[in-house]
């Protein structure tokens, strides 16, 4: 039997005569409430202890009353055993779960007013009893709060046990880790911390200063404070800084420890301080390890970190974490650093020995080993880079940079797609850059000369980049013809390559032979780019008239009806008001103004439907060039009224008035059905507005931003005067 079914063979608990007439007076309470935030439903406990195990069974009032006694939940404590256990007795399920995280029906309470009256005095001491049999202070909790205390010490004690094994583990593991090197300090100082100065008297007759390098006094020409320079005597790189300016110097650096450590090796991380205090040319290094990373022979790795646990610093497992509080903290990335050395020859006959590390290692002078071991990991070929020499690509690669391979190859000039002689130019300019440029000359076979491939990497150009052309000009021949239309419209290069895949882009739309040289290579790019973007926009143009039409075959003929009755000139006016012809003129209005008329079939429908008119208004003076957009009802009430992007014209009361008189011209001119289609338009109007207010529908843009869209309509809304009666 396991200890699940032990625990089901516990004996059954029901509730008691008392519990009973509780939940009944509940009941009736609760029927009677007068607030609906008030409990439908009261917890009752009932408990025993039956082999060292207390069982508590939890019943709901709700359900009491409904004749129904089994518990909602049994929860069941092993003391001995520090567990705890929760049994859903309607889905029969168990779980491991703390008391307040479980699922009870809506608004369902404890029975905190009910305990000093009814039985709870026996199960309260019982729990009491069992949880806090180990406590020398005094415990008044009830039930509910006894339970979850126990639930939570057991948690507590179980992540204490298991931070206790894991910290054990960790600790076997770092007495793996060998001792420092003896010179690890004196690495550090000389290498490790690689910058170095030299501290010098002001003075105009200055001839010596300190270096730190050579620690002595070296002989030195026109020093200035900051300025870089090479110590005359040991010739290392360093920085002037003058003894009665520099104060304190502290700088920071990364530095890096690889040893064996049995059937893995370590890769350990130091932050070191170098400083130099005021006036004194002797520095004070201090160093800490922060990480140590254990590699397996496939490079997986496992990493820790020196960090602050329960009050104490400690090696964790994980990633360490750069900041103060969890909000602010960030992970470390991949901090560069120096190498120390004497450790790598016996790793690269073991550990190391495939990686190529050995020989990046040799020729580059800082970097991180763990973005190396990662880069490894994934692209193996780093090894080949590495051990041909090519650092320069090998580093590209290790910053993220993507290199096209050809994987079914596995010697160095096969993978690289170039042979023994570009191999050759690669390495007097290497970039992974150059060799996209001599992986296209070998695919195309044609000729580059390495001023060629230089010019084009100086562009920021690459193979992908001319692909669209490839085929029909040569690589010479697109510099040089990139280069004259760059000299002639004063633009870069990348701008001028951008137009000219745009403008071959629209005259493959158009059905142009891009083939043709005069096509493809036109003499005015500029211009006849500009040229093909008309062409394509009045074919786009004439594809949405004549889909347009097909949807609304009546609006040519409604526009050329009702031309006389809207259509308005006169000598002593400043405007004028025309009729389109139909929907290429609304079309074609609409894409000049820059506004939703061309876009929007409502307008078009309201037309066919004779809701509404669109009409032009234009300046007498220039009646060919668009001014005002307007939409009418029949009876010439202005609904709206925009010009470019929809904006109103300062001169918006001028154009009021000149409406004004217009609308009075029309009412003259106005039948029966004009009358009857205007009654049917405002009732549409002002159903819209209605519904826009329901919806609340908002401006996001503009002078009107945040307000109604109903009230700025209103406010446009220029309403026609009835032409009194006779």
């Known amino acids: 039997m396991n200890y699940k079914d032990k625990l089901l063979k516990i004996r059954a608990l029901e509730p008691t005569e008392k519990i009973l007439a509780a939940a009944k007076k509940i009941g009736k309470k609760s029927s009677n409430t007068r607030f609906d935030y008030d409990p439908l439903n009261y917890i009752f406990y009932r408990s025993c202890i039956e082999n060292g195990i207390l069982k508590i069974s939890l019943f709901l009032s709700g359900e009491l009353n409904d004749g129904n006694y089994t518990p909602f939940y049994d929860i069941f404590f092993d003391y001995e055993k520090q567990r705890d256990l929760v049994y859903d007795c309607r889905n029969h399920k168990w779980k491991h779960v703390l008391l307040y995280n479980l699922p009870f029906p809506e608004r369902t309470s404890c029975v905190e007013k009910y305990e000093n009256i009814y039985a709870y005095k026996e199960d309260q001491k019982r729990v009491q009893d069992y949880v806090f049999r180990n406590c020398d202070l005094w415990c008044d909790k009830d039930i509910w709060d006894s339970i979850v205390h126990f639930q939570e010490e057991n948690r507590r004690i179980a992540r204490q046990r298991k931070k206790e094994k894991l910290s054990v583990q960790i600790n076997k593991k770092m007495e793996l880790v060998p001792a420092l090197p003896g010179d690890w300090r004196k690495w550090i100082e000389k290498v490790g911390a690689d910058k170095n100065y030299i501290f010098y ?41 003058s003894n009665r300016k520099r104060g304190k110097i502290l700088d920071q650096y990364e530095v890096y420890l690889l040893q064996n450590c049995g059937q893995e090796f370590v890769l350990r991380a130091f932050l070191v301080q170098k400083i130099y205090p005021i006036q004194d040319n002797l520095p004070e290094i201090l160093f800490v390890e922060r990480r140590r990373l254990f590699y397996r022979n496939d490079f997986s790795m496992e990493e820790y970190h020196w960090g602050i646990d329960d009050w ?48 990046y290692f040799q020729k580059e002078k800082s970097f991180c080993p ?10 193996p070929f780093l090894e080949q880079l590495a051990k041909a020499g090519l650092i320069g690509i090998a580093k590209e690669v290790i910053r993220g940079m993507k290199v096209t391979l050809d994987n079914s190859k596995t010697d160095l000039l096969g993978k690289l797609r170039i042979d023994h002689a570009q191999l050759l130019r690669l390495r007097k300019a290497e970039s992974i850059k150059r060799l996209e440029w001599l992986q296209y000359e070998k695919e195309t076979g044609k000729q580059m000369d390495d001023h060629l491939i230089s010019w084009y990497i100086e562009q920021g150009l690459s193979p992908v980049s001319i692909s669209f052309i490839k085929g029909r000009m040569s690589a010479l021949q697109i510099k040089n013809y990139l280069s004259r239309q760059s000299a002639e419209n004063g633009e870069k290069i990348g701008n001028v390559l951008s137009i000219w895949m745009d403008y071959l882009r629209m005259a493959d739309s158009l059905g142009w032979d891009t083939q043709d040289a005069i096509i493809y290579r036109a003499r005015k790019l500029f211009q006849r780019h500009d040229e093909a973007s008309q062409c394509l926009r009045r074919k786009k143009l004439q594809e949405r008239i004549s889909e347009k039409k097909t949807a609304f075959p009546t609006i040519q003929q409604i526009c050329s009806s009702i031309r006389k009755k809207y259509e308005y000139r006169s000598d002593k006016e400043v405007y004028e008001i025309l009729v389109p012809n139909g929907i290429e003129d609304i079309l074609a209005e609409g894409e000049c ?90 009732r549409k109007r002002e159903e819209e507005y209605l519904q826009l207010r329901k919806e609340k529908k908002i401006i996001f843009a503009g002078n009107y931003n945040g307000r109604l869209l109903a009230d700025i309509l209103e406010e446009n809304l220029l309403e026609a005067e009835a032409e009194p009666a006779a």
């Open 201 to 241: 008297d002001a003075g105009k007759g200055v001839q010596t200063g300190y270096c730190t390098y050579c620690e002595r006094e070296v002989p030195v020409i026109k020093p200035r404070y900051n300025k870089m320079a090479r110590c005359r005597r040991c010739g290392k790189k360093i920085q002037y800084k």
């Open 312 to 359: 104490e610093y400690k090696w964790k497992k994980g990633r360490l974490r750069i900041g103060g509080c969890s909000l602010c903290s960030y992970l470390i990335g991949y901090p560069n650093g120096r190498i120390y050395g004497k450790t790598l020859p016996s790793l690269s006959k073991t550990f190391l020995k495939h990686t190529g590390f050995k020989e």
């Open 370 to 379: 763990e973005k190396y071991f990662e880069t490894y990991q994934y692209m």
């Open 593 to 682: 103004l820059k506004h939703c008329i061309d876009v929007n079939n409502l307008y078009l429908q309201r037309i066919a439907d004779r809701e509404t008119y669109i009409l032009f208004l234009r300046k007498r003076e220039n009646p060919m060039q668009p001014y005002f957009t307007l939409e009418v009802e029949p009876n010439g009430t202005v609904r709206q009224k925009s010009t470019y992007y929809n904006r109103q014209e300062k001169n918006m009361d001028e154009i009021n008035q000149f409406l004004k008189r217009w609308q009075r011209v029309i009412q003259k001119r106005l039948s029966k059905q004009d009358k009857l289609w205007t009654e049917e338009s405002q």
